[in-house]
């Protein structure tokens, strides 16, 4: 069964590129100096004109400070401590906040001495921005634990559906394989070799189909009926063109889907459960409805000794289009038509 399953792509992959962390650090400056920005109009109110452009300046260097320290906490938190637990990221965090703001006095004291380096406001800023860009850090650790917890876990269902799909597709192949043995029997008993290298070309062919689609999942019905196409040869020898097909389906509707190998059990179920001979003559129809059902009817000649079957043919194709589909078939059974309807996709 092949998946056609996209590349997961982390989200964290976006949420820690340089762009989203700058844009962060953005926001997150503004917050941390709204204080500031709050008291902006009162504190310039009590300086002159030339303390008022220094303050100014004071003020724009104090926020480009958060904006590049944060980026730095983020940058250190998301990447480079990725996967450290949440005690050695706070200390970590801790102490490159403390160093920050030893630089920040220091550039202060320099740059503007009226600077209030040691209130609490300040401090308070400082353990707020070293507690965001810690706890920003241990939620995308967390994040990753719980992305690959579930990548793993799509990986299981994925092995799981392929491991069900193979048993139930691996089901096929021995029951019509001894089928198609007891044609190529038939033809050999008889010393027909044109025949017998005819049916045995078909079979080559039918064995081919088979063999490619079993890892294909879905299929169009278009390939489907060309496979019946090589198959009804093969029947039509071995019952000496006492069982027949009649196609009905356009040519514009033969791209929808269905799992591969879906007519083939149904048409083995017609040989296997009905006689055919000179007095019942078999044709297996096989057209779309209104409903956009692919349908396989034929009439019932029950066998005078019914066959000794497990019936796993068709409950094996209804498992298959299940799990591929999560559609069900419908069968019918009027005691003289039996009807098999097939959802497509």
């Known amino acids: 069964m092949k998946e056609n399953t996209k590349t997961m792509i982390p989200l964290r ?33 009590f300086l002159d004109e030339a303390e008022r452009q220094a303050y100014f300046y004071f003020f724009a260097f104090r926020y480009l ?21 949440f005690k050695k990221r706070i200390s970590h965090s801790f102490l490159l906040t403390g160093v920050a703001y ?10 503007y001495r009226k600077s209030d380096c040691f209130g609490s406001i300040l401090l308070f800023q400082f353990l707020v921005l070293c507690g965001l860009c ?10 990753d634990i719980q992305l690959k917890k579930e990548q793993e876990i799509e990986q299981l269902k994925t092995e799981n559906l392929q491991s069900r799909y193979d048993a139930l597709a691996n089901q096929i192949n021995p029951h019509f ?44 019905l278009e390939e489907e009926l060309e496979f019946v196409n090589a198959f009804r040869y093969m029947m039509e020898v071995r019952f000496a063109h006492k069982l027949v097909f009649r196609i009905e389906v356009d040519e ?11 007519l083939l059990p149904i048409i083995d179920n ?49 498992n298959r289009f299940l799990l591929l589909m999560n559609k069900k078939i419908r069968v019918e059974d009027n005691g003289k038509i039996f009807s098999v309807y097939l959802p497509l996709k």
């Open 65 to 85: 400070f958060f904006f590049l320290l944060t980026g730095l906490l983020l940058h250190r938190n998301v990447k480079q401590m990725r996967d450290y637990p």
């Open 13 to 45: 992959h976006t949420y820690t590129s340089r762009g989203f962390i700058a844009l962060i650090s953005l926001f997150s400056a503004l917050f941390i100096v709204y204080p500031n920005i709050a008291c902006l109009a009162f504190d310039l109110s």
């Open 102 to 111: 030893a630089l920040y006095v220091a550039l202060s004291l320099l740059c």
């Open 177 to 220: 394989f001894f089928n198609s043995l007891n044609g190529l029997t038939a033809l050999i008993r008889k010393k027909n070799d044109e025949n017998t290298l005819a049916y045995v070309n078909k079979l080559s062919d039918v064995f081919r189909y088979i063999l490619q689609s079993d890892k294909r999942g879905l299929v169009s």
């Open 252 to 262: 514009a509707r033969r791209e929808v889907k269905l799992p591969a190998l879906s």
């Open 270 to 318: 017609v040989v296997v459960h009905n006689t055919i001979d000179r007095d019942h003559f078999m044709q297996v129809g096989i057209y779309l409805n209104e409903k956009t059902e692919l349908v396989v009817s034929c009439p019932i000649y029950p066998k005078q000794d019914p066959p000794t079957t497990n019936g796993t043919g068709l409950r094996n194709l209804e």
């Open 134 to 143: 810690t706890s920003a850090g241990h939620v995308f650790f967390l994040y």
